[in-house]
């Protein structure tokens, strides 16, 4: 008898032991940092350079020190996200150079493939300004996340490229890529040859 209720009370003791909760040792999803964004307010940039635009406040436009850099050409640096947009500007003297600056816009551009995702190609057409080129948004982890050119099809030739100075992880810096994307938005939608 005695065995009997031994066995009774170990089967109890068992049986509460199974119903209280356990420590729940599911996986976490990853966390990233909440990302304060500034207001959106600009400023024109007009130097000695042949062309003129809008650009962000936060944003600060330095002369490129390397040593093979030409003249009016810049980095847009957003400190507070790491990133710049290097600018390059070449005066064009003729047709084969300018098929030539194209053809390297778009070779750059796609040089991204392996990494990429997606390259989405946009024309940029602004008769009234004489303004045209290209713009490609870069998905994917990627060096470069936005790439384009500007030219007035004649003399000008005008190029720009987002990088982020860190390893890239596009589900990270997609909110920051967005971002800054309208800021290149306003300076191609402002942007002018001066004696065009």
């Known amino acids: 008898m005695k065995g ?9 003791l068992l049986l509460c032991a199974a119903c209280t909760s356990s420590p729940d040792y599911s996986p976490k999803p990853k966390g990233y940092f909440n ?3 500034p207001e959106k307010e ?3 940039y007009d130097t000695g350079c042949p062309f003129t635009f809008d650009y962000p406040k936060y944003a600060h436009i330095e002369a490129d020190q390397e040593k093979d850099a030409g003249d009016c050409w810049n980095n847009m ?7 710049r ?4 500007y070449y005066g064009v003297i003729s047709n084969k150079e300018y098929a030539g600056l194209v053809e390297d816009a778009r070779t750059l551009a796609f040089k991204h ?6 390259i989405d190609q946009k024309l940029i057409n602004y008769p009234e300004k004489k303004v045209y080129g290209v713009y490609y948004a870069i998905e994917g982890n990627t060096a470069s996340s936005v790439q384009f050119f500007l030219t007035d099809s004649a003399k000008h030739y005008f190029r720009g490229a987002l990088y982020f100075n860190e390893r890239p992880q596009y589900d990270s810096i997609a909110p920051v890529v967005s971002f800054i994307k309208k800021d290149i938005d306003r300076m191609i939608d402002s942007f002018k040859w001066k004696n065009n």
């Not at 009997?4 to 109890?12: A, D, V």
């Not at 640096?77 to 990133?83: L, R």
């Not at 947009?85 to 390059?88: C, E, W």
């Open 85 to 88: 947009l290097h600018l390059t």
């Open 4 to 12: 009997l209720y031994f066995s009774c009370f170990s089967f109890l």
């Open 35 to 37: 990302i304060k964004f």
């Open 113 to 118: 493939t392996v990494k990429a995702n997606a």
């Open 77 to 83: 640096s957003f400190p507070q996200f790491n990133a």
């Open 42 to 44: 600009y400023q024109h």
